[in-house]
């Protein structure tokens, strides 16, 4: 409270200098400007005290806590030690803190193609990735959209990693079952006539 009657007071005596130097000044434009010089000075170097005593701090302050509040939500990221990790390339500890992530968040998808993917890219077991793949999604209900995905990843690895086209049209033909009237039925569809398994739209298009 001291401190804020002192610049008060200061504030009204800087203020009062510079106001009465270019309010009563005389006809010599010379005087005048030398007059005027030292006042605005006074006025700058009060004005630069003012910002580092209460400008400056409270930058300092702000920036301080963006970088605290951001290294917060690194911190509780549960996802933040499965990619450290991965960027350690310790893939079984990545694979096994995503597997605790799924249990806490059974709806999340995101850590089963994790490790999906590490197995499939990293590990080079295409097979253990289905597996994976296939107990998420037998696990439970999933929305439409993840379920879809889980299925078209596994028709994927049954038909590029392991040359089963037959399952992999199976498992797009469940596709179209399952989620009729959707862009899963429709891109399955699509895959399926890329496959031969079914006959391409007659051209209904006149000649």
């Given at each position: 409270?001291?401190?804020?009657?002192?610049?008060?007071?200061?504030?009204?005596?800087?203020?009062?200098?510079?106001?009465?130097?270019?309010?009563?000044?005389?006809?010599?434009?010379?005087?005048?400007?030398?007059?005027?010089?030292?006042?605005?000075?006074?006025a700058g170097v009060y004005l630069g005290v003012l910002f580092v005593l209460y400008v400056l701090p409270t930058i300092t302050h702000k920036?301080?806590?963006?970088?605290?509040?951001?290294?917060?939500?690194?911190?509780?990221?549960?996802?933040?030690?499965?990619?450290?990790?991965?960027?350690?390339?310790?893939?079984?500890?990545?694979?096994?803190?995503?597997?605790?992530?799924?249990?806490?968040?059974?709806?999340?998808?995101?850590?089963?193609?994790?490790?999906?993917?590490?197995?499939?890219?990293?590990?080079?077991?295409?097979?253990?990735?289905?597996?994976?793949?296939?107990?998420?999604?037998?696990?439970?209900?999933?929305?439409?959209?993840?379920?879809?995905?889980?299925?078209?990843?596994?028709?994927?690895?049954?038909?590029?990693?392991?040359?089963?086209?037959?399952?992999c049209i199976t498992i797009l033909n469940q596709m179209i079952e399952i989620f009729p009237e959707t862009r899963h039925s429709a891109n399955?569809?699509?895959?399926?006539?890329?496959?031969?398994?079914?006959?391409?739209?007659?051209?209904?298009?006149?000649?």
């Amino acid at each position: 409270m001291t401190k804020i009657i002192v610049h008060t007071v200061i504030f009204l005596i800087v203020a009062g200098v510079v106001a009465s130097v270019f309010i009563f000044k005389g006809d010599d434009e010379n005087a005048n400007a030398a007059a005027q010089l030292p006042a605005l000075m006074l006025a700058g170097v009060y004005l630069g005290v003012l910002f580092v005593l209460y400008v400056l701090p409270t930058i300092t302050h702000k920036a301080t806590s963006a970088v605290l509040d951001s290294n917060e939500l690194v911190e509780t990221d549960p996802l933040h030690d499965a990619r450290a990790a991965y960027a350690r390339g310790d893939y079984e500890e990545a694979m096994d803190v995503y597997r605790e992530v799924a249990d806490d968040d059974p709806y999340n998808r995101l850590p089963w193609v994790e490790i999906a993917k590490i197995q499939h890219d990293n590990l080079e077991n295409p097979e253990a990735a289905m597996e994976t793949l296939r107990g998420a999604l037998e696990s439970h209900e999933w929305p439409v959209n993840d379920a879809a995905y889980f299925m078209g990843r596994i028709a994927e690895i049954y038909l590029e990693d392991m040359d089963d086209s037959e399952s992999c049209i199976t498992i797009l033909n469940q596709m179209i079952e399952i989620f009729p009237e959707t862009r899963h039925s429709a891109n399955a569809t699509h895959k399926l006539r890329e496959l031969g398994a079914i006959e391409a739209a007659p051209n209904t298009t006149p000649s």
